[in-house]
Nanobody, 115 residues
Framework: QVQVVESGGGLVQPGGSLRLSCIAS????????MGWYRQAPGKQRELVAG???????NYADSVKGRFTISRDNFKNTVYLQMNSVKPEDTAVYYC?????????WGQGTQVTVSS
């Protein structure tokens, strides 16, 4: 049974930093594309950052220059380094592992940016 587990969320002040982690219990993790998504109250879930199996990355315009996605294939883990956070970054952050038609989602981790 595949499990995707996010961690690292919490309360952070505006301008601060936070690092999210996601561990996916899949075989051949290196072949999966990984993505971080977020959903704020009353809004649709949106892609924040993605990283392909080859290491190419893409970001939502709203986080470019502030967030960095990376992966460690030896640890089956993907990270989201969040710097210079803003109140509008407040949301539940979800991790997704994707390979072909298979998508595996985690339960999410809450990030709240507030003073």
């Amino acid at each position: 049974q595949v499990q995707v587990v996010e961690s690292g969320g919490g309360l952070v002040q505006p301008g601060g930093s936070l690092r999210l982690s996601c561990i996916a219990s899949v075989s051949a993790f290196s072949l999966y594309a990984m993505g971080w998504y977020r959903q704020a109250p009353g809004k649709q879930r949106e892609l924040v950052a993605g990283i392909t199996s080859g290491g190419s990355t893409n970001y939502a315009d709203s986080v470019k220059g502030r967030f960095t996605i990376s992966r460690d294939n030896f640890k089956n883990t993907v990270y989201l380094q969040m710097n210079s956070v803003k109140p509008e970054d407040t949301a539940v952050y979800y991790c997704c592992a994707r390979r072909g038609p298979s998508n595996y989602w985690g339960q999410g981790t809450q990030v709240t940016v507030s003073s």
